[in-house]
């Protein structure tokens, strides 16, 4: 299987301030990872399709200034939360696929709190 | 947008018990996929079914998957306090490959 590795794993910043997180597949080159949001007790929410060297294809209802993605090298994925704000509190959790392109391996997760 | 539901929200049972949860979607699938989350953690592929096979076992799991119904089951047998997690069920459609998972089921298993 995948190994993806996820970094930083919690950070608290001001709100205003902007926040990325790394998303690193560790043993294969992904040239598609995706990037989802979950809320306490709640399911995983796919935000956005990162494909490497072009564009990311978000989902309906994400804003794409907000959630910023990039996905240069087939390697390491970034996800920018620009400008954050209280609400953008959550835990966010990148993965890739499997070699099959069936089964998904997720990084550990970054819990991210805006004062 | 969710497609998988789980039943039960939560679950509590006694070390040894089996735990039983289940999984309905809407529309039609290539595959059905369960993970476990522990707290604070990414997902773990635990089992995947595709939509040909009715049942599948993987050590202490056992999967069914009845597409007449659109629904699935997940058990776990003999459990273990490390069993102790949130279980999702996960469903690939069958004109793309994104998935889709349900809001989950949070086990607790006493000891």
């Known amino acids: 299987g995948a190994v993806v590795s996820q970094h930083p794993s919690r950070v608290i910043c001001k709100s205003g301030t902007s926040v990325k997180i790394e998303c690193r597949s560790l043993?294969?080159?992904?040239?598609?990872m995706f990037w989802y949001r979950q809320f306490p007790k709640k399911s995983l929410m796919l935000m956005a399709t990162?494909?490497?060297?072009?564009?990311?294809?978000?989902e309906q209802g994400v804003e794409k200034d907000k959630f910023l993605i990039n996905h240069a090298s087939l390697t390491l994925s970034t996800l920018t939360v620009t400008s954050a704000h209280p609400e953008d509190s959550s835990f966010y959790i990148c993965?890739?696929?499997?070699?099959?392109?069936?089964?998904?391996?997720f990084g550990s997760g970054t819990q991210l709190s805006v004062l | 947008s969710q497609q998988g539901e789980e039943d039960p929200q939560a679950l509590s049972i006694q070390e040894g018990e089996n735990a039983t949860m289940n999984c309905s979607y809407k529309t039609s699938i290539n595959n059905l996929q369960w993970y476990r989350q522990n707290s604070g953690r990414g997902l773990v592929h635990l089992i995947l079914i595709r939509s040909n096979e009715r049942e599948k076992h993987s050590g202490r799991l056992r999967v069914t998957l009845d597409t007449s119904k659109k629904s699935s089951s997940l058990l776990i047998t003999a459990s273990r306090a490390a069993d102790t997690a949130s279980y999702f069920c996960a469903t690939a459609r069958s004109n793309d490959y994104k998935l889709s998972f349900g809001a989950g089921t949070t086990v607790t298993v006493r000891a």
């Open positions: 990162s494909n490497e060297g072009s564009k990311a294809t978000y």
């Open positions: 043993d294969f080159q992904a040239t598609t």
């Open positions: 993965s890739v696929w499997g070699l099959t392109n069936e089964k998904l391996f």
